[in-house]
């Protein structure tokens, strides 16, 4: 995505689409009146046309409220449709990004998730906060607190575990029915700084590349097993390996609107990688979301801030960075086959970045090996996924995806999004069992590469 229009808009908006900063320190962005005059302006663009019905459930929420209007136009809807819109938006970005004809540089204006995430700050600025989302969405003080006691949190979370997730459900609204990401006693940076990852002097990138990995949130406390599999495979090709996780990328925090919190993790991450990149390190994001925040969010939010579009330039997906590596460098060779085949989830906020399905070029590395690609969403979107509230629709969104990955009959599933994966892989368990057939396994693209190598 462009970060200016260059020129005046083409007839059919034909320019590259760019987005306008987050103008998220000015009051005027926070007042709630101009806000709700926008998403009726915006809204009535959407209703004229409506090529984004099928994208998830927010546009046939906002369809159906003016078609059942006293007027059948958007004077009919009110604000409590709009809040009804935006409980069921995920900041996907895929409406911006593959739908909307109308985007900058076109006249109309329309960015649906910006203006979603606008609309959540405004609301959050008067007062309206979701307590229980809020605290999910402090990933670095859970994942510390469930880290000693991890065993035990794992059981008192297990969807198994039916008269506690019941207690859970009626305490915290969290779904009992919805699988929780589970937490681990060694966190990747202690697996890492214990076994560190030597570059292989055979390897192609030997003295020639240095990866500093952002081991994210999720995978840090949630997946480690990602960032070990990450490091192992840049190390056999030979690059220096550093995992670097100062904290939070703050992706929960944006879908809540609370954006100096947003802000301000840019800056002390942005700060903390200056280092790194000063000594010619490139930056590794380990999931698609983080990834997402860390080259288009945060420069948005700061486009002033040098360090943070130093970040953004420097970074790239695990498996964006290991397709540009194979077409510059090479690979080394030695992949197996994996048996089964592979069906890539391209998770929506991989899609967003604009880069094309690299993880799916990246496991069509490995020889004698079927990889089938699935674009649809998942229906998972962080917390959104999980509440009583929105879980339903999460289900709804995602059983079709689950459907066309059950139908490709691959052992494995793999997303960019590790959440999307464990979402459709507790989907695919009901597809698949009515007719005895076990669910595919789970993992990250990257995990299937070093499998492929030997190194797991």
Known sequence: MSDSPKGPPREGSLDAPFRRPIEWRDDDYYDLAKV????????????????CFNLCDSFPRLFDAIDESATGEVDGIGTKDHDHVDEACTLCDMCFLTKCPYVPPHPF????????????????RAGDRQFVREQLGKTDRNGRLAKPVAPVANWAT????????????????????????RYHSKTAEDRLKRDPMRPNPAGPAFGQRKVALYATCYVDYNAPDTAVAAA??????????????????????????????????????AKAFAPYLEQGYEVVALTASCGLMLKFEWPLMLPENTAVLALSRATRDVSEYVVELNRTIGILPGLQPVPGGVTLHHACHARAQNMGAKSAEMLRLIPDTVVELVERCSGHGGTFGVMKETFPVAVKVGRPTARQVAAKGSETLCSDCPLACKHLGQLLSAETSPDGKAAPRQAHPIEILAQAYGLM
């Open 36 to 51: 709700h005059a926008e998403l009726q302006r915006q809204f009535d663009v959407c209703h004229t046309c409506r090529r």
């Open 109 to 124: 204006d329309i960015d649906i998730p910006h203006l979603i995430l606008r609309y959540r700050a405004a609301k959050r």
């Open 158 to 181: 297990a969807r198994s575990n039916t008269p506690l997730r019941k207690l859970l459900q009626a305490i915290a609204k969290i779904d009992a029915e919805a699988e929780l990401p």
């Open 232 to 269: 192992k495979v840049l190390a056999h090709q030979g690059c220096e390996v550093e995992l670097v996780y100062p904290e939070c990328c703050g992706m929960p925090e944006l879908e809540a609107g609370n954006l100096g919190d947003v802000a301000g993790r840019a800056e002390r991450v």
